[in-house]
């Protein structure tokens, strides 16, 4: 549980920061923040997904509440207008919880009021439920709450216009039907209140500071059908709205209870799923839940982030063990790679699949090569040598074969020295992308640290996985494409000079740029290098990257070196990997430090010390998450997706693995 009190919920600077985010295993997701006020553009209670896990629209934006104690009206929400916060509801939350769910408790005349959100996994439904807590016998007010709806996509904001229709589809006892625009799909909207009063209007100009932040518009206009009154007293405790694209028969007070003790019963289940945990792992558990996602056609997937990322394969392989192994969902796993064994071509994974149902994009070198990595992560968890023989080797020995061969963007062993090479003018092959119109940020053309270290170990891989099906000529094969690897590896990547290694070599050129792609030189199960070569890396690794949230993309003392990650869009994506703070990159760091220092108590003890900031941080941005970024220099405010899956996946999986080293004789 993660509680807030009402210093932090009254203080709207706080407050407004602070954001909650709901899931419904499909794409779709409902958020805002505890003042209640919208920040950003993909702030809204139910953000839909029509085309899961695509075609997000923002449909019901928020509730403007309003409660009616005698004669006195006290406005419970929050909106931000230009220069002024209006109304400021957030001056009546007592406190706030996730437990698992998003829950206020506002203290109004006397009068204690507890309101809670949550999604039914597998619907598109957001349920809100307002209850009077230990309400005296004489105590009565009625809750005026006013649905405003915005039916656009959620990357773009509405205005005022005259398309909109103004009426409701239909009014029936206990369910509003809305569909304001034609071509998208009917809200509906049930409710055990009193009544509904007819009064449709914009409401206009609500700010959202964030999108401001980021240099984008920020300001949008809202339309309301009207308001629903219900009567709060002794006899009527409970008031709910469930807002759904799913029809439904009228809902009861009893429906409510049930779909929320499933729920609860559901989350319960997901966080105990793994042995020794804590609060901390418990909640990173319910947090990993949150970017498993079924898609339309019934295939599982990994969402990459909250709120505007969909489905990265890199993301997702990188994930997986943290997500889906270490949480003992072993079928789930299973699944997701049997989705991208499907979509494999030429070679590749699709590095994107776009929202828009297109053709997936395969501008990616590295995605591919850390599926290798997750398949023997899940052979290590579950045995499952039938799938991995029948279904994963055939695909894993075509994409050596492509790897080798050649394939898209100039992907293609060298026959000099068996390394892998990349690169095609103006397109963006690691994990290091960020492009600006035609201008690759990072172009780190040509045979890439972490690409070889990655092709290195799918090389082991594949040597064991022969070895194990007794396929001895193949065992050798790759033994000796490996063992060249190594050997080329050692003699090209090796920076004498810095003690570390280049980040990337093109031709005679050989960038010193300290960045922590090396740490995968060290950090994956098959380690290139030789011991105090490997114990090198890490320490230089920790001496300039090292920060309490994770690794800086790039050395403070460079001259591309950039401290913040702010601005419009072109000024954030020219700092993005030029410094900015990367969560994910913890999981690595730890892997490597104990793969060049050992597992003594000491060494286990230092490790559990780096992950302690992240347990603040799960109440200071996106609850209960870990954001995807964070800006280079202290106080290291965290930036980007407010939750983001391998951020949380990294975590998670390092926090588990130093909890089970722990359990075991140490190793120096």
């Known amino acids: 549980m993660i509680l807030l009190d009402e210093t932090i919920c009254r203080n709207y600077s706080d407050s407004s920061r602070r954001e909650w985010l709901e899931t419904n295993g499909l794409g779709s997701f409902a958020s805002g923040t505890v003042s209640s006020a919208n920040t950003r553009r993909y702030h809204g209670l139910l953000a839909a997904s029509l085309h899961p896990p695509g075609e997000r629209f923002v449909l019901l934006s928020k509730l403007e509440e309003t409660i009616l104690i005698g004669n006195q009206r006290y406005e419970l929400s929050s909106n931000q207008y230009r220069f002024v916060v209006h109304p400021q509801g957030h001056h009546f939350i007592k406190q706030f919880r996730l437990d698992p769910f998003p829950r206020w408790t506002f203290e109004v005349d006397r009068i204690s009021l507890e309101k809670s959100v949550f999604m039914v996994h597998g619907e598109n439904t957001t349920v809100i439920r ?104 002794p006899k009527k405790r409970l008031a709910f709205l469930i807002a759904t694209l799913k029809e439904k028969p009228s809902l009861s007070v009893s429906d409510l209870d049930q779909m929320e003790s499933k729920e609860r019963v559901r989350r319960q289940k997901i966080a105990v799923s ?9 909640q990173l558990t319910l947090s990993a839940d949150s970017f498993i996602v079924r898609r339309s056609e019934g295939a599982m997937s990994v969402i990459a982030g909250y709120h505007w990322f969909t489905e990265w394969s890199r993301d997702t392989m990188i994930s997986l063990p943290g997500l889906a192994l270490v949480t003992g969902r072993l079928a789930l796993t299973r699944q997701i790679l049997s989705f991208f064994f499907n ?46 023989k029948e279904e994963a080797f055939p695909k894993m020995e075509e994409i050596i074969y492509y790897h080798q061969q050649g394939t898209r963007f100039n992907i293609r062993m060298a026959e000099t020295d068996g390394l892998l090479s990349a690169g095609a003018d103006g397109v963006q092959l690691t994990w290091m992308d960020a492009k600006i119109g035609e201008w690759v940020v990072t172009p780190r053309y040509g045979k890439t640290v972490e690409i070889n270290a990655l092709w290195y170990n799918a090389l082991r891989v594949m040597e064991q996985l022969c070895k194990r099906f007794k396929e001895r000529q193949k065992e050798e094969q790759y033994q000796r494409i490996a063992d060249r690897v190594q050997k080329s590896f050692n003699q090209m990547f090796w920076n004498a000079d810095d003690r570390c290694l280049f980040d990337f070599i093109n031709g005679d050129y050989k960038d010193r740029k300290l960045r922590p792609n090396q740490i995968l030189a060290v950090s994956l199960p098959f380690s290139l290098l030789p011991l105090e070569r490997a114990r090198s890396v890490v320490r230089i690794v920790k001496e300039k990257l090292l920060t309490p949230f994770g690794l800086r993309s790039l050395a403070p003392e460079d001259p591309d070196y950039r401290k913040a990650y702010r601005g419009n869009l072109a000024e954030r994506d020219s700092a993005y990997h030029q410094g900015t703070v990367w969560a994910w990159l913890m999981g690595p760091f ?18 559990k010390s780096l992950l302690e900031p992240f347990k603040a941080h799960l109440k200071e941005a996106m609850l209960g998450s870990i954001s995807e970024i964070f800006d280079a220099e202290p106080p290291h405010t965290p930036k980007g997706c407010g939750a983001q899956a391998w951020s949380v996946a990294e975590v998670l999986r390092a926090y588990q693995k130093i909890a089970c080293c722990d359990l075991d004789p140490p190793k120096d």
């Open 130 to 233: 307002y209850e009077i807590l230990d309400p005296t016998p004489h105590q009565f007010a009625v809750l005026a709450v006013r649905p405003l709806v915005a039916f656009r996509d959620y990357h773009s904001l509405t205005s005022e216009n005259g398309s909109i229709r103004r009426q409701l589809e239909a009014e029936e006892p206990g369910l509003l039907r809305i569909r304001p625009y034609e071509g998208l799909p009917e809200l509906r909207i049930h409710h055990n209140g009193i009544g509904f009063t007819v009064n449709p209007d914009w409401y206009h100009r609500f700010e959202y500071l964030e999108e401001l932040d980021r240099g984008l518009d920020y300001w949008e206009d809202l339309f309301s059908y009207g308001y629903l009154s219900y009567e709060l007293s």
């Open 274 to 282: 793994i042995p020794q945990a804590d609060a901390f792992a418990q």
């Open 343 to 388: 979509h494999c071509d030429q070679g590749m994974l699709p590095n994107h699949f776009p929202e828009s149902n297109g053709p997936p994009e395969f501008n990616t070198a590295d995605a591919t090569l850390w599926l290798f990595h997750v398949v023997r992560e899940y052979l290590d968890a579950s045995e499952d040598l039938a799938f991995v």
């Open 590 to 607: 730890v892997d490597a430090y104990l793969n060049a220092f050992g597992t003594s108590s000491e060494i286990l003890k230092y490790l």
